[in-house]
């Protein structure tokens, strides 16, 4: 006995003969549109106001700390014994939460900025006092050395002009310390 033929299905509306698009968008993602509805901001809501900056000094007193002004002083004793130039230290109490003294200075080359970092380690170790962090060491552009109350930043020449930390605080009270 033969067997039956298979029949063949066709579709009973014809479809839709619809002329290419020269670039069909592609449709984004799940993903992408729920990000995108999520960063979107919302209609109908204002946008949150950021606070301005305050040029005026704040309303917490200013606590003399003598132990750090001598630490800022030592740190900057040490460096200009290795020949460091431009040593600044910025008074920050009340103005910043991490510090009371800012010492800042420069050495010529990355080597001088390296042998300032170890001039204060060396003169600093016998007082007791020893950094919480340091970085930059290796490379020498930029040394951080954070001895609580105190950090000091000693900088390349050309990184410092470039950072210009004296700039950032200006309106910290400032005293240029000479050899």
Known sequence: MPLPKKKKFYRQTPKPK????????????KV??????????KKGLPKPKRAKPSRVPSSRPVKDN???HQLAHD???AILDK??????LLDVRGKASYADYLVIGSGDTERHVTALAEAVHEKLKPKGHHPFSTE???TGHWVLL?????VAHL????VRSFYDLEGLWADAPSERVDA
Do not use: C, M, W
């Open 75 to 77: 740190i900057a004793g």
């Open 83 to 88: 020949k460091a130039t431009d040593v600044v």
């Open 18 to 29: 619809v002329a290419p698009k020269a670039h069909a968008a592609k449709k984004p993602s």
């Open 32 to 41: 992408k549109v729920k990000a995108q509805a999520r960063l979107a901001p």
């Open 136 to 138: 930059g060491e290796t």
């Open 146 to 150: 954070d001895y609580g109350d105190v």
């Open 155 to 158: 900088f390349n020449s050309d």
């Open 66 to 68: 003598p132990a750090a």
